[in-house]
């Protein structure tokens, strides 16, 4: 079950919290890629066993998931500060 956290920073500081938490999905992107490359190479090889690959595709599957929702919150995030920077911009225009 995934929840929110709600945290505060300074506004100039959002984009590298985001960076941060790119890094996440990063881990897991990053694991995917090395694993579908060992699994494909198994599989060309005639070395793999069914039984694992079908459990590493599940595991890379969730962790597909886990980094898509990490980039997900950043998009959201960045989105936010994007508006908040014309709302600022705007403000001072008027």
């Known amino acids: 079950m995934r929840v929110k956290i709600a945290y505060t920073v300074e506004l100039e500081?959002?984009?590298?919290?985001?960076?941060?938490i790119m890094t996440r999905?990063?881990?897991?992107?990053d694991?995917?890629?090395?694993?579908?490359?060992?699994?494909?190479?198994?599989?060309?090889?005639?070395?793999?066993?069914l039984e694992e690959s079908i459990e590493t595709i599940n595991i890379m599957r969730n962790k597909l998931m886990r980094a898509d929702q990490?980039?997900?919150?950043?998009?959201?995030?960045?989105?936010?500060?994007?508006?908040?920077?014309?709302?600022i911009e705007e403000n001072e225009n008027v």
């Open 13 to 20: 500081e959002v984009e590298k919290e985001v960076s941060e």
């Open 25 to 29: 999905a990063l881990g897991d992107l």
């Open 31 to 49: 694991f995917c890629y090395q694993e579908t490359i060992n699994l494909q190479n198994s599989i060309d090889t005639g070395t793999n066993n």
């Open 70 to 87: 990490v980039l997900e919150d950043c998009y959201l995030i960045l989105q936010g500060l994007d508006q908040t920077k014309k709302q």
